[in-house]
């Protein structure tokens, strides 16, 4: 966890600590505590870390050493009063009985975004998470990828049937599952894949709550035609949004926007294309976003989407550094599927 940023902003503020109220599972819980709380939790940080659980915690659940946990309390909210001084900053997104909580106890609350600034630039421990959940989301990708491979006829089927959309998910989540990640797939069809359907697969997996960002499209018959050229275009406007980056300066927006242009080069219609670009972490999509500029230890999602003939997505997460903006992974942008990466 980055504490200079909530330090800085209670210095600021003149106030004495950052609270907040989340459900189980919540990521800010999970940044501020270091662990996955499986109950509704409150948070106090002032310099150091207390947590009131709805439950008391299984043994299994481990905080991180600076945080301590308190004897549980069925509403949290209620105790914050008790753990606080006069003045507090939190979140936008407190949740309403909590911010009635400290009112009503005199307590004066101020939101702040300090937490997100603090996010958006990560350790190196949350790096390290977020390469093995890259590493995870490839595994994912070459599962569903060999299973379009090694499938024929049309519509593509195998010794188990036809595949369909909701096997490419399971076979990807499966392969995530065993390299230890929490799975998450999205592929964009559904119903038997015909040998010539292109099929965009976007795996997001977690390890110790942390995102990897991977997409691809595969067509398993492919005549190197219209999704050919779109997938050259989505790879070299990816590819254009990493290069375009000067870490400190640039903008999420603007890194977009150069995908976008990238792939409108290609001769696609620019409401056929769209480039995002925007931060990962805890969170699927956190900061940088929009105006804000990419900083050394931001991780990046880039992304680009094409919708006209048939839908194709290429995505790829990167890290900045205070060299520049480097791709994490090697996934192969291949168009075609193949039995083994």
Sequence with gaps: M????????????????FVFVGPAGDPLVRYLSGASLPCRAAVVYAGRVAVVPEHPLPDRVAVREDATVLDPEPTPAERLPSLVAEDVLAPRTLPHDAALYLEGAGVDVASTDAHLRARERKTDAELAALR?????????????AALLAAADGDPL???????????VRRAANAAMARAGADPETVVAASGPIAASDAVPIRVTPRVDGAHGWLARTFVADSDGGWERRATLAGEYAVDAGIDI?????????????EVTAELGSYGFPPTAGTGTVHGVGLERRERPAGGDAVEAGAALAVRAE???????????????TDEGVERVGSFPRSVVPKPDY
């Design 157 to 167: 089927a195998d010794d188990a049937g036809d595949v369909t959309a909701e096997r």
């Design 306 to 320: 094409l919708d006209a003939d048939q839908t194709v997505w290429v995505a790829d997460l990167a890290v900045a």
């Design 2 to 17: 980055r504490a200079a940023p909530l330090d800085g902003a209670l210095a600021d503020a003149g106030a004495d600590a």
């Design 245 to 257: 980056v000067e870490v400190g300066e640039t903008t999420a927006a603007a890194a977009a926007e």
């Design 132 to 144: 093995d959940a890259q590493a995870a989301a490839e595994d994912g990708l070459a599962a569903a």
